[in-house]
């Protein structure tokens, strides 16, 4: 079993059903005519107002429960450096660049770009040494095929389009008309999807090094999101200088941004920050096809978006692959803890005959 036992699995489930949630309100957020820019600040701006204090209470509590020998760790500059450089990476350039892609294409399609991650993060993983894979080994091949097949469901929701299926609500709850499809920005907004996966992936593989570092989750995930914030500030200020369109109003653009801050953007980089620490980060990003499965049946019923059978074969070849990695990788810890049980009950042997040994030297001693 990957480190962290069950907790690891239920956690990847609920980060993939937070990330449905929010994919679904995004692009709602986004169809209503919010801008992107300007929700990524104030999405940024939230999750830092309930993040930092909530790190610095913790942190007070810590240090006042801590003994003098053992002094919980402290920020230094080189690794205030690291966590801004890393919320420039995922957090503003990532997640403007997803969410503009994400406007001008669907909630669907949005969901099957990031399952790329599981083949960009496992390679980001071999070339940093974090994982491994023995082509001659059935786990090894497991792990292999089930990425080739991961990606052969991305594939054919990218290009195979097929039968629709209407919505399945008459009346849907975030209802907004249906956009002309452009195929030059439909292509474009893809390949940005992906370009944005990539840098995604590699964040995922940088919380690892940097937890070693500094093993504060939650002061680390509210450094990256005010930092995220002050960046997302200045690229918002020159996308959009007309304050007027700054505002928001009880409407969706306001529960949007509730949610991507607070369960969006905390919840969720302090999950996959923990996930990634416990089990990995190739083992998060392999439960994404749970995340476009959720997006597909709530797309139809909120979005009343129209849902087309390639997406829902790719989305199938999409969880027989993350259900064949996941085999792979139990089968090859199950190889594991093999491999060293025998030389634990090796040892255990020695020991009893040792004191087998001694008892009989003792009796003739007695007799």
């Not at 629709?164 to 209802?175: D, G, M």
Request: glycine share 8%.
């Amino acid at each position: 079993m990957v480190g962290g036992g069950k907790k690891s699995y239920v956690v990847a489930v609920a980060i993939q059903a937070l990330y449905a949630g929010l994919f679904i309100i995004s692009k709602a957020a986004f169809d209503s005519g919010i801008n992107t820019y300007v929700f990524i600040f104030y999405r940024l701006t939230a999750a830092t107002a309930l993040l930092l204090p909530t790190a610095l209470i913790n942190n007070t509590c810590r240090r006042s429960r801590s003994t003098a020998s053992t002094p919980p760790p402290a920020m230094s500059c080189r690794l205030l450096l690291k966590l801004f450089l890393c919320a420039l990476l995922g957090n503003t350039f990532t997640l403007n660049v997803y969410n503009v892609s994400l406007k001008q294409t669907s909630a669907t399609v949005g969901t099957a770009a990031s399952n790329s991650m599981p083949v960009i993060t496992f390679l980001l993983a071999l070339v940093l040494k974090m994982e491994t894979i023995k082509l001659r080994s059935r786990s090894g091949l497991g792990k292999l095929v089930g990425i080739m097949i991961c990606l052969a469901g991305v594939l054919v929701i990218a290009f195979y389009i097929g039968p629709s299926i209407h919505p399945l609500a008459h009346h849907p709850v975030f209802a907004h008309k249906l956009q002309r499809i452009n195929n030059g920005e439909w292509i474009r907004a893809t390949f940005l999807l992906i370009l944005a996966c990539t840098t995604w992936s590699f964040w995922i593989a940088l919380q690892v090094p940097i937890l070693k570092e500094y093993p504060n989750k939650l002061m680390a995930t509210a450094m990256q999101c005010l930092f995220g914030a002050l960046q997302s500030f200045v690229v918002a200020a020159v996308a959009e200088r007309d304050f007027q369109k700054w505002k928001l109003g009880l409407d969706i653009g306001l529960l949007a941004v509730l949610y991507s801050a607070f369960l969006g953007t905390g919840a969720l980089m302090y999950l996959q920050a923990w996930c990634a620490e416990m089990s990995g980060p190739v083992f998060v990003v392999m439960w994404n096809p749970l995340a476009l499965v959720f997006t597909i049946f709530c797309s139809l019923f909120f979005l009343g978006e129209i849902v087309h059978l390639g997406s829902i074969l790719g989305g199938a070849l999409l969880v027989g692959g993350l259900y064949m990695v996941l085999w792979g990788k139990s089968n090859e810890e199950e190889n594991k803890m093999l491999s060293v049980m025998p030389e634990e009950s090796q040892v255990q042997g020695e020991g009893t005959i040792t004191q087998d040994k001694h008892e009989e030297e003792e009796l003739t001693s007695q007799v």
